[in-house]
């Protein structure tokens, strides 16, 4: 008798212990009780050309940015310049990036050649370089993201062909000359563009300033009144032309073809002072550059070339309800 | 430790076959059990998540309905007010009329009080981006006074301005889209439109406009939590998106979602299985906007859940086979227990112990088994006893028996003897040869002690050689060599007798010249050997080795044989008679025995 007793004692004990350690262990697997912790699993420094400035592009791209690294938990610090020409401002911006010892860097390189050995010093330290939008003189990099800037120069030939005659004269200004995007899209416009040597009246760089453009347009009609159509290498430039024309009082009589869609360029298209704009997907671009690192980081294969794409919107499409959804970044 | 290890997991015990076995069990009830309520809880998982969803889209149809049913009175408010109503008309009435002074003071009134009406509403919610009033002919009123109207907006084609002046009584809810009627502002969202009429004649003046953004359809969309498994989308009849979770992504054609397949589902069907059983659709239709609220559950999203449900299912198996394990060793430990304890109690049996008892103290069939055996011990002790008591006996009568036996051939030859000599007159011998019988038979046939001292047993022999010597004359000597000390140590009547008279008749007499007998005894390591040596024909090989044989035709083995017995029986099996002899060169039979004292032997007599 005595020793069935203890065997009880014995019985429950072991089965009150099993049952303790069972809860102990099922407390602590996530998805029975305790909600998922939203962990990150990277940190990305993300350096922009220009940020808390006029081009809207970069808000988009960060929007991009921030959607993806919401999707891809991934913990993000998004910096930049004040402007897009200060080139020494970004190279320390992404000295101070590399310190924080990311898993990978998204840049956008200011310069062509300047940003280059800083891409490598990254590589070193064993973070991941992804190029976004503007290209650096590096083969340290996982790939570059954004878009086929000859492309774009392409359509801007196409637009400015169908715009004016092919005896008329055309002007360029672009934004930074040492940057890839104003010298793949300066190639791309010259290079299919008809008869360029001849047409081509002038080619200025306003280093990303509007009012620069302006100045620099102003003196371009002034020069070459046999200007009939304008074109803006990027936004700023753009309007920089655009602001010109609507004071000189020729808006609509010259022509101008733009780069990317800011609101006051979609203002300048309703009242007629841009005919046409080629523009860029910087949504994407932010978004797909993220992915592009985290698909890196995971040891996913990664094209090295993802082109965002660009699509040429005139005046008569704008309001299509397609084209109101690439016109108008989705801010809620 | 290892011992201890070794002994649990011995694998052809009852304890270990019965803890395998045991666990073995319970694993495969327990696995079974695990995998069904595991399809089971899956099952139940994506069908809580179907109607958790379905829930979800209830509410947040209800919630948007509310909302919009909210906005429509806005619109009511704002399309009633008669300002605004009189605005428009006078915006209708004069419209390509040059006003006069005292028209354009009075419009301008109007407008005021008008945009102050509009200001109002919009700013008691803040998910009012813009209220707008135009007329049939384009006069724009915004309810912001510092904005302007942006002069080259395409609002004029647009749905929202269109409808309402076809359809004065209804409310228009728009999908999402971008507002371009401000200057310098592009938003996405949704308007709710209603026909403004002449106050007195009814007819339609113009349209009303409030611009919503997403704050609150979001908030409504964003407080669902779907846990990663899903997510809700709203859409409007015409597969135009009014909320995603990714738009943005929607928009820039990075993502795209299957309208279609929502718009398409039977409403009859609570959900369907899209994209191949990919994902798992619900849609719910408000009646008040058309729109569809649509949740996508994403079956392949509840594997973390999954997995942790396996998990679980692990665990609990793992701890019904440490339950099966300890439940199995108690229980076949207090099976085996007293069969153990049974066993060592055997096996102390089986050495000799019969005063053992098993006690295992059960009532069950080992105890039955334990009793068993106790009353077979008992049996055993008993029988054991009557055996030993029996072999003493037997033991007794045979010594007895066999101190009893006096070569009969001895006592007649003595009397032929004896008579000899009286017939022939010589009475001194027969007088001597008489008395030697008598001494002899004395202690012969004295019953009192089996064992005697040296001493009377050489007495004896002498008395016996005496006999011998009358009558075998000159052809017999003897002599006895015995020291004193060893005549008080104590030896088994009459074994000198049988083994003299062995050597008399077959070692002397059978020797044409006689011989002589010599006996002596040497005490050495607490042995006493007595010697008898003769000098007479000896014996064969093939004789001493067969010596002791029981032979019935042999007259001499008979007392050589009893004597070797008798040693054997009284002190032990390594003790006894041994013969060394050589044919003609007479024979010598040496006899051990331990040196035992007067009192000192425990013989049971």
Same mark, same amino acid.
């Given at each position: 008798m005595r020793i069935k007793s203890k065997g009880i004692v014995l019985l429950t004990a072991a089965l009150l212990s099993c049952v303790l350690v069972g809860y102990l262990m099922l407390r602590d697997i996530p998805g029975v009780n305790n909600p998922p912790g939203e962990k990150k699993q990277y940190s990305i420094e993300v350096v922009v050309k220009s940020l808390n400035n006029s081009p809207v592009f970069w808000g988009v791209?960060?929007?991009?940015?921030?959607?993806?690294?919401?999707?891809?938990?991934? &913990?993000?610090?998004?910096?930049?310049?004040?402007?897009?020409? &200060?080139?020494d401002d970004q190279i320390q911006l992404v000295r101070e990036a590399i310190a924080r010892q990311p898993d990978a860097l998204i840049l956008a390189a200011g310069h062509y050649s300047r940003l280059a050995p800083l891409c490598e010093e990254a590589a070193q330290a064993g973070i991941l370089v992804v190029m976004l939008d503007s290209d650096a003189d590096t083969d340290q990099k996982i790939c570059f993201v954004g878009t086929d800037n000859y492309e774009l120069g392409k359509k801007l030939a196409s637009l400015v062909d169908e715009l004016i005659l092919p005896g008329e004269r055309f002007g360029v200004v672009g934004h930074v000359e040492t940057t890839t995007t104003a010298i793949e899209r300066s190639r791309g416009l010259l290079e299919n563009v008809y008869n360029a040597d001849e047409r081509l009246a002038d080619l200025a760089y306003c280093d990303g300033i509007m009012e620069t453009a302006r100045l620099q347009t102003i003196e371009m009609l002034a020069q070459h009144p046999d200007i009939r159509c304008m074109v803006g290498l990027n936004e700023s430039s753009a309007l920089g032309i655009a602001n010109a024309l609507v004071e000189l009082g020729v808006a609509g009589e010259v022509k101008l073809v733009a780069c990317d869609n800011s609101e006051q360029q979609i203002h300048y298209m309703e009242t007629g002072a841009i005919q046409a704009f080629v523009i860029q997907n910087p949504f994407n671009m932010g978004y797909l550059s993220m992915q592009a690192a985290v698909n890196a980081l995971n040891g996913k294969h990664v094209d090295p070339v993802i082109n965002t794409g660009s699509i040429i919107i005139t005046r008569e499409d704008m309001n299509r309800p397609e084209n109101q959804k690439l016109l108008f970044p989705f801010t809620n | 430790m290892s011992g201890r290890l070794k002994k649990l997991v011995r694998l052809n015990s009852i304890r270990t076959s019965m803890i395998l076995s045991f666990m073995a069990l319970i694993s495969v009830i327990v696995l079974c059990l695990s995998v069904a309520s595991y399809s089971y809880t899956i099952n139940d998982f994506e069908s809580l998540s179907i109607s958790y969803?379905?829930?979800?889209?209830? %509410?947040? +149809?209800?919630?948007?309905?509310? #909302?919009?049913? +909210?906005?429509? *009175?806005?619109?009511?408010?704002?399309?009633e007010n008669e300002d605004v109503r009189w605005l428009m008309a006078y915006y209708n009435r004069y419209n390509g009329v040059e006003l006069t002074a005292l028209q354009m003071r009075e419009q301008e009134a109007l407008k005021q009080r008008a945009v102050t009406h509009m200001n109002i509403v919009a700013n008691t919610r803040g998910d009012i981006t813009n209220i707008a009033v135009i007329s049939k002919y384009?006069?724009?009123?915004?309810?912001?006074?510092?904005? %302007?109207? +942006?002069? #080259?907006?395409? #609002?004029?084609?647009?749905?929202? #301005?269109?409808?309402?002046? *076809?359809?004065?009584?209804?409310?228009?809810?728009?999908? !999402?889209?971008?507002? !371009?009627?401000?200057d310098g502002e592009y938003r996405w969202v949704i308007s709710i439109s209603k026909a403004i009429l002449d106050p007195e004649t009814g007819e339609v003046t113009g349209t009303m406009v409030i611009d919503l953004n997403y704050h609150v359809i979001e908030s409504i969309c964003e407080n669902v939590d779907l846990d990663h498994t899903g997510y809700i989308y709203l859409i409007d009849g015409k597969k135009n998106l009014i909320y995603h979770p990714q738009q943005p992504l929607i928009y820039s054609g990075i993502k795209s979602e299957d309208f279609q397949a929502a718009l398409a589902m039977d409403p009859s069907q609570p959900y369907a299985r899209v994209e191949g059983g990919e994902k798992i659709i619900l849609r719910n239709t408000s009646g008040t906007t058309g729109w569809s609220a649509v949740g996508v559950i994403n079956p392949h999203n509840l594997i973390r859940d999954r997995s942790a449900i396996i998990r679980f299912y692990v665990m609990l198996a793992y701890i019904a086979i440490i339950v099966a394990a300890i439940v199995a060793v108690l229980i076949s430990t207090s099976i085996t227990n007293p069969v153990k304890k049974l066993e060592k109690t055997m096996h102390k049996v089986e050495q000799g112990d019969l005063t053992i008892q098993a006690d295992t103290g059960l009532k069950n069939e080992i105890g039955h088994l334990s009793r068993s055996f106790n009353s077979m011990i008992v049996k055993l002790r008993q029988l054991m006893q009557s055996i030993v008591r029996n072999e003493e006996e037997k033991r007794r009568s045979e010594i007895l028996a066999l101190q009893a036996q006096i070569n009969p051939h001895f006592l007649y030859n003595t009397l032929d003897t004896i008579i000899w000599m009286s017939a022939s007159g010589k009475n001194d011998q027969v007088v001597e040869v008489t008395s030697a019988l008598a001494h002899l038979f004395q202690t012969s046939l004295s019953q009192s002690d089996s064992l005697v001292e040296l001493d009377v047993e050489i007495q004896n022999i002498e008395s016996y050689l005496t006999i011998q010597k009358m009558r075998y004359k000159d052809k017999l000597s003897f002599r006895i060599a015995v020291p004193p000390q060893v005549r008080g140590l104590m030896t088994p009547k009459l074994i000198l007798q049988p083994i003299v008279e062995n050597a008399v008749y077959h070692g002397v007499k059978q020797n044409a010249n006689g011989g002589s007998i010599e006996i002596g005894a040497t005490l050495e390591d607490g042995e006493l050997t007595l010697v008898v040596q003769d000098d007479g024909v000896g014996m064969t090989q093939e004789q001493i080795d067969h010596i002791f044989d029981p032979r019935a035709d042999d007259s001499r083995g008979i007392g050589v044989r009893n004597v070797h017995n008798r040693i054997k029986l009284v002190f032990g099996e390594q003790y006894g008679l041994s013969y060394q002899s050589a044919q003609g060169a007479g024979t010598r039979a040496a006899i051990r025995i331990p040196a035992v004292e007067r009192g000192n032997f425990p013989d049971a007599n």
């Open positions: 791209v960060e929007q991009g940015i921030r959607m993806g690294a919401e999707e891809f938990l991934v &913990d993000c610090n998004v910096s930049g310049p004040a402007n897009e020409n &200060d080139i | 969803t379905s829930q979800l889209l209830d %509410e947040i +149809n209800s919630s948007i309905d509310a #909302y919009i049913d +909210n906005m429509k *009175s806005m619109a009511t408010v704002v399309v384009r006069d724009v009123v915004l309810s912001d006074p510092i904005k %302007e109207v +942006n002069d #080259y907006s395409g #609002y004029n084609v647009t749905d929202w #301005y269109l409808r309402p002046l *076809s359809y004065k009584d209804d409310i228009f809810v728009s999908p !999402s889209h971008v507002q !371009s009627l401000i």
